[in-house]
């Protein structure tokens, strides 16, 4: 089909439509648009109410990351990485500092080991609050958003204590840890974990035996498991579609070896299963936290690295479990301070493009429960 | 008084008398509606609601109201000027006109037509025009779309709630209001007991009707942004925010008329007297209801913040006291005055009590998309209510010819085969699956 | 929280230090920038700042092993890529003879280099016969000294197997590499992705055009000899007609 | 006072449905229409006759011209706007008109004087109209009552028919 050049008329309004054939309309959504979850543009091509044909045009939040880091040293460009899913900032890190240990040929002590699994656990099930919220909010149920934030204000309450910041925390440094953990850190996140499955029990209560919820999101936006590994779908997304399929079990990094959990996986890859997915993860999630807060080894927080990070020309591929999919960082060195190249994996951008084969066939009003779905944090699409 | 006036203007004092109360009073009501919205829904969402416009947000109507005066009104270009001003004209004052026929208190009550249901059922269908020709002056696809939208709603989901409020009529014997409140007292029993499956329809009907969540459809499509509504501004969209507030009043006070009893005390007939006087125990509930609220104000009033706030909150809780005075003093009145003010105490508690079932659904619920909405109000609630009309009917009919001596139990049976049908029309619903069952890993 | 020295000097200089390290051949073993001065000799040894930061954490001393002085790092033995060969490669070998350039284990993941225009039948073989059911990254480096300048890197994943594999290829500039859409269709953004940043013209891509930047957008970023200096002072010139400070 | 409100009423029908014939814009034609239909109702009313005053609201304005209103908007008439509405036929609609009104004027003027409207029943001595029209309706003539439902169900069922996409 020949792609006819849209021009939106004007930037501002942020549904414009242009009449085609009397039956197809081009309907564009974005990429101001209350539930793009960050500047989406979305180009609908309907046929009436149904969804015939998509295309996403993305790239409004491009900052090069990718080029700045050709001219940061190793520790510079750490902060970066946070910027990127800013959701998830402390995963973001973890997967960076663990790539540059790989590179380096070393390991961070058990100890910070330890912490950086707790903290990066924590981390999902804030960001699987942030991803229920406004996908909640966006099928109409007006209440569990405000839940889901004061759930995941005590997690940021904890960040902040740790290491000061909330969001782009740039908590963890290549070779473990910069800061102790603070007095007090294994009371507060053992009373966060206590009265966490209580809480997940109320947003379930809420809406997995809501009739509606499940007619809104039973059916919409499926995925074969197929489909998700040809498109390199990864995450909660690729588990719905019935992959039994975690990083943190195929090739455990960090603690995660450590300790008994299970990976939830669901049948048909639908919207309402993917919900499912994500509510077992944060359980998941607390009683890794559970496990891991109860022992926590004593010793070292930071190997002996020296201040001047110089490894060894080559190049190495390491990826983590990000609450979103697999977060892969490919770094090249050539032996300076400098990466010569960094390379990030971007499991948003990636799960972003099974969008097209998940929308067509669903009506309108089900794109943005769709969008919601796979869970895409715009920072991560566009770097 | 009337001596002074001539015998032929007379009959229409009081009517108008009442009629200036109430549309001078309506705005006022809808915007404490809005606050009481807003106050609820923080409550369930674990939230404070508005509360820096006087002590607790109570000033924050009048905030609002003046705001949506000062406002700018933008009219779109090329829209239908005559149109796009009358339209939010037509709404409100279709939602207005339907006050005439409510009664409420066996007092107060502006036109006793003996039509009175069949006319506000007319006049509340008249308001689809408010919305359509809205969205068709503002000259926008989307808002025209949200119009049509909204419109086929409102068509398809009041001949549901019609025929809800048909199921009730047959019980009442009469359209009149006054006649079925009075079948109720004579029955002894409201008809939301005899009936329970009428009033859900008419619930469900009554909440599409007014274009509320769950099925808020067209200002929430989140591609029709607020549908049409979206190209008014300022004091035009106000009306249209006054309409739909009276509406959700209209059909709460229709509900509360037709099955909860009107103006009626609950256990109406059940006269026992306090000690030898003339007052019945179940009088003196408002009293203490009133008491209760004064006594939580000043225990509220030193705990302000603001020294303005405290005194706000006493006056609050003065004007408590005040109504409850009022209601006992109105113990002792003559009957037609007792009456009155209790009649209208009961009726408005009522109003009030469907109304915080409007506001509890929209907060629990996420929102139908279309083709469910409508598949929902067309193969599910109309046949229902038609099947629900024909079942009350036969067992009306059987009561009276065979004499029936024991009603309830004809109540149960006809509400055992309509939850049946109810569960029949519903079977296809998708039954929602078990948790996301937990392996171990590879 | 004193800064840390050898940060400091990275920060001064990174946009002069670009523009050298373009033209200086960047040799893997000596430092690139000529220009930066000599590094502060490592030896000195920096006591493990206790971290001051607002949370006042537990001094560092009475939980941590007494503060030793930690001896420079001892450079271990730099780990080169070692040339590695398992069944997979010899499978490899048999079946596309030298288009299989050689096949190294970097930190212990394999690397194959094969030949661009076998790329996508090797890429089919890799996926039907070798279960790597997952093409996880494509992406691209660039090698301005080269005469073939771009990697293409392929990162394979095998369900079955748990195990990663690295495709690389070397391409030149204008040599167009073919497309691996059909083989594994989430190869579409990311090969739109390379053409935007690179430059390389992936051939039998269904639609290939830039992704990330915009449509008329001249140059590609994450080429080595793409200076953002020089790109940011010819916006300036061109659009606000003065001449940027930089 | 009745006198008077009835005269408002007619007015109001009569202007308000020339007015619906002489406008351009068909949005306003349908609104006068609606004007006509409510007046119409309202001499109802002022004859005692509540319950047709009503059932003309909900059938005619609260059903079948939001129907009317729905067709106008969904089948956008901007186009037809612009056609030259007077055509040529100008001629033969006069004859035809002038015809109808002569037949009017001689059925008016034979029958003028038993056109006298019964003496006005007293408000409230008539029993209810609800329940009359009810008996008339379902007692007296309760067949054609039933060919006129079946009628409609059928025209229903065509329109269905006829609106079923062709898929």
Redesign the interface.
């Known amino acids: 089909m020949s792609e006819s050049r849209i021009n939106a008329s004007n930037g501002s309004s942020?549904?414009t439509?242009t009449v085609l054939g009397a039956d197809e309309i081009i309907?564009n959504?974005g990429p101001q648009?209350?539930?793009t979850h960050g500047v989406l543009r979305v180009k609908l091509k309907l046929d009436g109410?149904r969804v015939v044909g998509s295309e996403c045009v993305i790239g409004y939040l491009h900052r090069g990351v990718e080029k700045i880091a050709e001219h940061r040293s190793y520790q510079q460009f750490a902060p970066y990485v946070d910027r990127m899913d800013y959701v998830a900032a402390v995963s973001n890190g973890l997967g960076y500092c663990e790539a540059v240990e790989k590179l380096l040929g070393t390991e961070a002590p058990p100890r910070a080991r330890v912490v950086r699994t707790i903290l990066t656990e924590l981390q999902r099930i804030a960001s699987h609050l942030l991803w229920l919220g406004p996908h909640?909010l966006?099928?109409?149920?007006?209440?569990p958003?405000?839940?889901c934030f004061?759930e995941r204000e005590e997690i940021l309450k904890i960040f902040e204590k740790y290491c000061g910041a909330r969001l782009t925390t740039h908590a963890f440094r290549i070779g473990g840890l910069q800061y102790e953990t603070y007095d007090g850190f294994e009371q507060d996140v053992k009373r966060f974990c206590e009265d966490f499955d209580k809480k997940v029990d109320e947003y379930?209560t809420?809406?997995?035996?809501?009739?509606?919820?499940?007619?809104?999101t039973?059916?919409v936006g499926i995925l074969s498991a197929q489909d998700a590994i040809a498109l390199g779908v990864t995450g909660p997304v690729l588990r719905a579609s019935g992959m039994?399929?975690?990083i943190r079990?195929?090739m455990p990094y960090a603690a995660y070896d450590q300790y008994e959990w299970?990976?939830?996986?669901?049948p048909t890859g639908d919207t309402?299963?993917r919900y499912?997915?994500r509510?077992?993860e944060m359980r998941?999630s607390r009683r890794i936290c559970l496990q891991a807060i109860e022992n926590i080894p004593s010793g070292p927080i930071m190997a002996r690295i020296g201040k001047v990070l110089k490894p060894p020309p080559g190049e190495v591929y390491h990826s983590i479990e990000a609450p979103k999919g697999e977060l892969g960082y490919y770094i090249v060195s050539d032996g300076t301070t400098q990466a010569y190249r960094t390379r990030v994996r971007p499991p948003s951008f990636i799960n972003l493009q099974a969008f097209d084969k998940m929308a067509r066939g669903a009506?309108?009003?089900?794109v943005?429960a769709i969008i919601g779905t796979i869970d895409i944090v715009l920072g991560e699409v566009d770097r | 008084m009337n001596h002074v006036i001539p015998p032929?203007i007379q009959a229409y004092v009081l009517p108008v008398l009442y009629g200036v109360v109430v549309v001078a009073l309506l705005p006022l009501l809808a915007g404490y509606i809005v606050l009481l919205e807003r106050k609820v829904?923080a409550d369930?969402?674990?939230?404070l609601g508005p509360m820096r416009v006087g002590p607790h947000g109570l000033l924050q109507p009048i905030a609002d109201a003046l705001k949506l005066l000062i406002k700018e009104d933008i009219v779109p270009e090329k829209a239908?000027r005559?149109?796009f001003w009358c339209a939010p004209v037509l709404s409100v004052t279709m939602a207005l006109l339907a006050y005439a026929a409510i009664p409420f208190g066996p007092v107060f009550q502006i036109a006793d037509?003996?039509?009175g249901l069949?006319?506000i059922?007319?006049?509340s269908?008249?308001g689809?025009?408010g919305i359509?020709?809205g969205?068709?002056a503002s000259n926008s696809?989307?808002s025209?779309l949200g119009?049509?939208r909204s419109?086929?709603q409102l068509?398809s989901y009041?001949t549901a709630a019609g025929l809800a409020l048909v199921s009730g009529l047959m019980l009442a014997g009469s359209?009149s209001m006054k006649d079925i409140v009075q079948a109720q007292y004579d029955q002894g029993v409201w008809f939301v007991f005899v009936v329970p499956v009428g009033f859900f329809i008419y619930l469900v009907g009554s909440i599409a009707e007014t274009n509320r969540?769950?099925f808020d459809l067209p200002e929430?499509?989140?591609?029709l942004?607020a549908g049409y509504m979206t190209e008014y501004s300022g004091f035009r969209w106000a009306l249209y925010f006054l309409g739909e507030y009276a509406n959700m009043v209209v059909v709460a006070a229709i509900a509360t008329t037709l099955f909860l009893g009107g103006w009626l005390r609950p256990f109406a007939r059940y006269q026992d007297h306090l000690f030898g006087t003339s007052i019945e125990l179940l009088d003196l509930l408002p009293t203490i209801l009133f008491l209760a609220a004064a006594a939580y104000c000043f225990w509220l009033a030193p705990r302000q913040p603001v020294q303005i706030q405290k005194i706000v909150m006493a006056l609050v809780g003065g004007l408590c006291l005040v109504l409850a005075a009022g209601m006992t003093g109105a113990l002792f009145a003559p009957d037609a005055v007792r009456l009155g003010i209790h009649g209208a105490f009961w009726f408005l508690a009522k109003v009030f009590a469907y109304i915080y079932a409007f506001l509890w659904i929209?907060?629990?619920?996420?929102?139908?998309?279309?083709?469910?909405l409508m598949r929902l109000g067309w193969r599910f609630l109309i046949p229902l209510a038609l099947v629900n009309v024909i079942v009350v009917g036969t067992t009306i009919v059987l009561q009276q010819n065979w004499e029936w001596r024991h009603p309830m139990l004809s109540a149960i049976v006809t509400t055992a085969i309509m939850l049946g049908v109810a569960a029949f029309l519903a079977r296809e619903?998708?039954a929602?699956?078990e948790?996301?069952?937990?392996?171990?890993?590879? | 929280m004193s800064n840390d020295p050898s940060e400091k000097d990275a920060n001064v200089k990174p946009s002069e230090g670009t523009s050298e390290s373009a033209a200086t051949p960047p040799k893997p073993a000596t430092p690139a920038q000529p220009a930066t001065p000599a590094q502060p000799v490592a030896g000195a040894p920096p006591k493990p700042v206790p971290p001051a930061g607002a949370t006042p954490p537990k001094p560092v001393g009475a939980g941590a092993a007494p503060p030793t002085k930690p001896a420079a790092p001892a450079k271990e033995a730099a780990p080169k890529p070692v040339p590695f060969d398992n069944e997979l490669t010899q499978r490899l070998k048999a079946r596309f003879g030298d288009a299989i350039r050689e096949a190294t284990l970097d930190r212990k993941q394999a690397i194959v280099l094969v030949a661009v225009d076998q790329l996508r039948e090797i890429a089919r073989y890799c996926r039907d016969d070798e279960k790597f059911d997952m093409l996880t990254d494509l992406t691209a480096v660039d090698w301005p000294k080269r005469e073939k300048r771009f990697d293409v890197v392929l990162n394979l994943y095998s369900f079955s197997k748990?195990e990663r594999l690295r495709l690389k290829a070397h391409a030149a500039e204008n040599e167009p590499v073919p497309s691996v859409c059909e083989i594994w269709p989430v190869a579409n953004w990311l090969e739109r992705e390379c053409y935007d940043m690179f430059g390389i013209v992936f051939e039998g891509h269904p639609e290939l055009k830039r992704i990330l930047l915009p449509d008329e957008w001249q140059g590609h970023p994450l080429r080595k000899d793409y200076d953002i200096l020089e790109q940011d002072t010819a916006w300036v010139r061109e659009n606000l007609g003065i001449e940027s400070g930089q | 006072?009745n006198s008077l409100l009835f005269y408002f009423f007619s007015i109001l029908a009569i202007a308000s449905a020339i007015l619906m014939v002489t406008r351009r814009?068909i949005?306003?034609g349908a609104?006068f229409l609606?004007t006509t239909l409510l007046a119409t109702a309202g001499i109802f009313l002022q004859l005692q006759a509540?319950?047709l005053?009503?059932?003309q609201?909900?059938l005619y304005?609260?059903?079948i011209m939001?129907l009317f209103?729905?067709v106008i908007?969904?089948v956008n008439l901007d186009v037809s706007l612009h056609l030259v509405q007077f055509n040529r036929m100008k001629f033969v609609s006069t004859i035809l008109a002038v015809v109808l009104a002569g037949h009017l004027f001689a059925a008016f003027w034979i029958t003028r004087n038993s056109l006298n409207l019964g003496p006005r029943g007293e408000a409230m001595m008539q029993p209810?109209n609800?329940e009359s029209v009810g008996q008339a309706l379902f007692q007296n003539y309760m067949l054609p009552f039933e060919i006129a439902s079946i009628l409609l169900l059928v025209a229903m069922i065509g329109a269905v028919v006829m609106a079923k996409r062709k898929v």
């Open positions: 942020n549904v439509t309907l959504m648009h209350p539930s109410e909640a966006d099928i109409g149920a007006l209440t958003v405000f839940y004061r379930e809420l809406l997995t035996e809501n009739r509606i919820w499940v007619g809104r039973k059916g039994k399929w975690d079990k195929a299970e990976i939830p996986t669901r309402y299963d499912l997915v509510m077992e998941q009506l309108v009003a089900d943005v | 032929s829904m369930m969402q674990a939230r239908d005559f149109l037509l003996n039509v069949l006319f059922l007319a006049i269908s008249l689809i025009y359509v020709l969205g068709w696809h989307y025209l119009a049509l419109a086929a068509v009041e359209l969540a769950p929430a499509e989140s591609e942004v929209r907060f629990t619920f996420p929102r139908y998309r279309f083709d469910q619903g998708s929602p699956s948790p996301a069952e937990v392996g171990e890993g590879n | 748990n | 006072m814009n949005v306003h609104v609606i509540e319950f005053f009503v059932v609201i909900i304005v609260g059903g939001v209103v729905f908007m969904l209810r609800t």
